[in-house]
């Protein structure tokens, strides 16, 4: 697995931490990476992106909030509402990141660590957000399409 996805699966995992108990003390903080342990590089990366989705939550909880028909935000799991909340942030905040690769990328950490419908659930609500923030960019084929 690459840094970058191990940077983005630790972000998912902070998130849903901070989801659970609210804002870390810098201890706090400090003890999450020292049991995920990961390397620095890779802690780098999955801090820079969870602070990013905590600065723009509101922003991005906004557009994933609309898609989800019948369905409040509060309701998903807490791993799938955070894998599309760093992914709608890639998709914004992150334009040298091509759209295809951060879909990809939430769909296999959906897949890894959702449960059984996580990924294509994750797939549906992205492909929808991502059309409507990166209109020109291509698209990634249904997953019965590969």
Do not use: C
């Amino acid at each position: 697995m690459g840094k970058r996805r191990e940077g983005r699966e630790a972000a998912v995992q902070f998130l849903f931490a901070h989801d659970l108990h609210g804002e870390h003390t810098p201890e706090e903080q400090e003890a999450f990476w020292e049991i995920h342990s990961a390397k620095p590089s890779v802690r780098e990366h999955a801090e820079t992106l969870a602070r990013g989705v905590l600065a723009h939550r509101e922003e991005i909880d906004a557009l994933i909030a609309p898609v989800l028909k019948n369905f409040r935000l509060e309701r998903l799991a807490h791993v799938d509402r955070n894998i599309l909340r760093l992914a709608v942030h890639e998709l914004l905040h992150l334009p040298e990141v091509p759209a295809p690769v951060i879909l990809n990328e939430a769909i296999e950490i959906a897949k890894s660590l959702g449960a059984g419908e996580s990924g294509g659930f994750v797939n549906g609500i992205l492909d929808q957000i991502a059309r409507s923030t990166r209109p020109d960019a291509p698209r990634r084929k249904p997953a019965d399409q590969d």
